[in-house]
C-alpha cells in the first residue's frame, strides 16, 4: 500500500507557464516533505522542502505548498524553464525516525 | 568537493554471484542511506545507518546486506545476485533532513 503517491507520471507545460506537481501522503505522523529533482544518469538533488508547521515555502521560482488536513503537497514552478524538465519525486518522514518514504516521481517536460 | 561517491557506475553480475557497491562521503554525515530505483516505484530504502557500528533496515531490505565501520564508508553487498535485483542504486548521506544523493550505480543480474 503506497504511504506517498504522486498520481501523474507525466506533465508538459509552455515555457514560461506555471508548472504544478502534486503528492498525496496517507500518514499523519508524516511531519516533514521533501521535493527532489532527478535528471537522467544522475542522483537526485535537493530542491526545497517543507515541515508540518507552516504551510507554504517558497525559493525563488519553486514554492512548496502543504495542506495538512488533506494530506497533499505541491510544488509550483513559475514561471517554468526548459532546464526544469526532470523527474521530481516527493518525500516524506517522521522527525526522529530515519526513513524517508518517496513517491513515484512525475516526469515534467517544460516545451520551448 | 566529492560529496557522495558511489563505484561502480555500471556493473553486469550473473545470477548467484556476489559484489559489493560501494560509497563513501566526505562531509562527516552520520546518518547514511541505500536505496533502489526501479520504474514505476520511486525510490526505495534497502537499509540504513544512524553513525558507525549501527545499521538498520529499510522497506526492501531481503538479499542485501551492510556494514558501517567509518563514519566515512557504507558498502552494500549482494551475496547471491537474483535478477530482480536489477536496478539503479543510490547512497545518500543526511543533513539536517536534506539527503544528499551520489550519481547511482546501475546494476544488471543476468
Known amino acids: 500500500d503506497q504511504q506517498v503517491k504522486q498520481n501523474s507520471p507525466s506533465l508538459s507545460v509552455q515555457e514560461g507557464r506555471i508548472s504544478i506537481l502534486n503528492c498525496d501522503y496517507t500518514?499523519?505522523?508524516?511531519?516533514?516533505f521533501l521535493w527532489y529533482k532527478k535528471y537522467p544518469a544522475e542522483g537526485p538533488t535537493f530542491l526545497i522542502s517543507i515541515s508540518s508547521i507552516k504551510d507554504k515555502n517558497e525559493d525563488g521560482r519553486f514554492t512548496v505548498f502543504l495542506n495538512k488536513s488533506a494530506k497533499h503537497l505541491s510544488l509550483h514552478i513559475v514561471p517554468s524553464q526548459p532546464g526544469d524538465s526532470a523527474v521530481y519525486f516527493c518525500?516524506?518522514?517522521?522527525?526522529?525516525?530515519?526513513?524517508?518514504?518517496f513517491g513515484t516521481g512525475t516526469r515534467l517536460k517544460v516545451l520551448a | 568537493n566529492a560529496g557522495v561517491t558511489q563505484t561502480p557506475k555500471f556493473q553486469v553480475l550473473k545470477t548467484g554471484q556476489s559484489m559489493t557497491l560501494q560509497c563513501a562521503q566526505d562531509m562527516n554525515h552520520e546518518y547514511m542511506s541505500w536505496y533502489r530505483q526501479d520504474p514505476g516505484m520511486g525510490l526505495r530504502l534497502i537499509h540504513y545507518?544512524?553513525?558507525?557500528?549501527?545499521?538498520d533496515q529499510g522497506e526492501v531490505p531481503n538479499g542485501y546486506n551492510v556494514s558501517r565501520s567509518t563514519t566515512e564508508d557504507f558498502p552494500l553487498r549482494l551475496l547471491s545476485a537474483a535478477p530482480s535485483q536489477t536496478s539503479v542504486y543510490f547512497c545518500?548521506?543526511?543533513?539536517?533532513?536534506?539527503?544528499?544523493f551520489g550519481e547511482g550505480s546501475r546494476l544488471t543480474v543476468l
Open positions: 545507518s544512524v553513525g558507525a557500528g549501527i545499521t
Open positions: 500518514n499523519s505522523m508524516f511531519d516533514y
Open positions: 518525500a516524506v518522514y517522521t522527525s526522529g525516525t530515519y526513513k524517508y518514504i
Open positions: 545518500a548521506s543526511r543533513d539536517n533532513g536534506e539527503l544528499f
